[in-house]
């Protein structure tokens, strides 16, 4: 079985809003596009009089709502999902007959919203989310590269070899061999996991732990951004930010503490979650519509129990390893999987993250990340209107106290009496998502994106 080498910083990824697969994945498939016409030469370029983009699958079943087609254009000119400006994203394609000059060098190619095509839902592509971006000139195609948006914002290019990429130290391909080398080699989650890191990206542990500490201000500010806020979310759902009111009631003393605890934890989950809706940037953990689980847990942990970063890094490197895991033997695509791809794993992430914290062992870790996702299998994705909203804001919010009760779920009794593996329930999550109706995978074909809402 191939090993895993995927970083940190490629499951950890800043970038706006509201889906990774439908935002960011298609933002940097824009911008490869852009780099391959850069390459061309210039008595090719002269040629080329448009760009077209294909949408397929759940790109054009709910591509409008989650801002598929502003971030596909944003990548055209440019852009980068770390370093975009999200109000600036917000307002491309905003009137219908804008035009967008995408400049080579000399040459300007003129870009507008008829230029992208919500194509066929059901398409012969290997997977869901496709795309197919053309350089046309005027009687034939220039250029045309085949994308993948495979979920959490990575992307595979038809016909490109994946990247070369450094080996890791400590090379593994699921839970039971990552437990098997930490017994072996009697060394910590925590270094096992940097050292990985540092083989894979070359950078220095102080420049990883450096990293992470971005991550986190990142999710901190999402939070804080998040809870300041009120009035509509973008779209037609018409859905009001909760966080605010959530917050100011945890922070009166109508509530008992047990209930405070959780409408805090409530709050920050929604808080991120609803950044996330508006587009504005968050960290994909392990994608953009299940970016307010850990933003939650890690909020809650550094502001309620004074956690320091320190031990906050331990955690998020615990709960990458579990989002490795499953993305790397399962999926972390609604598309491929439904929710309990996105929502499911990051429920099981926020597990592993908390029983990191609370200094439990490799075991209690596993448990919980099994207990969390066996718990969210077979849910489906099913965003009314396509926006991502109802029912994935306060999904965020179950996931992260679903995390919590697995934590303590796995963190009493003997470890060792516990009788699922992690690797298991991955495989019942891969199987689970094969055997879900696409109606139910990113469409808004089916399930509650078929209800009426009031409005
Ligand atoms: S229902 Fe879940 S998987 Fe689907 S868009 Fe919402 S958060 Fe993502």
Redesign the pocket.
Known sequence: MSIICTSLFELFKVGPGP?SSHTIGPMKAGLHFRKLVEKLPDDTLEHGSRIEVHLFGSLSATGKGHGTDRAVTGGLLGWTPETCDADALQQLLSKEHEEYVISIRSKKIFFKSKHIFFDKIKHPYPFQNTLIIKLMGERKVILEREYYSTGGGFLQVKGEPPKAVNKPQYPYSNMAELKKILEQQKISLRDLMMTNEQSLTGLSWEEIDKKLDHIIDVMEHAVENGLKKEGLLPGPIRLHRKASTLYKMAQSSLLEIPDRFFVFLDAYALAASEENAAGNLIVTAP?S??SGVIPALLYSHKHYLKKENRILREGLLASAAIGFVAKHNASIS?AEVG?QG??GVAASMGAAFLSKIAGCSIQVIENAAEIALEHNLGMT???IGGY?QI??IE?NAVGAIDAYNAYLLASTGDPKKHKLSFDQVVQVMLETGRDMSTKYK?TSKGGLALCDIYC
């Open positions: 889906s994608t519509g299940s609604g929710c996105e929502i994705c099913d965003p991502v029912p994935c999904r990113e």
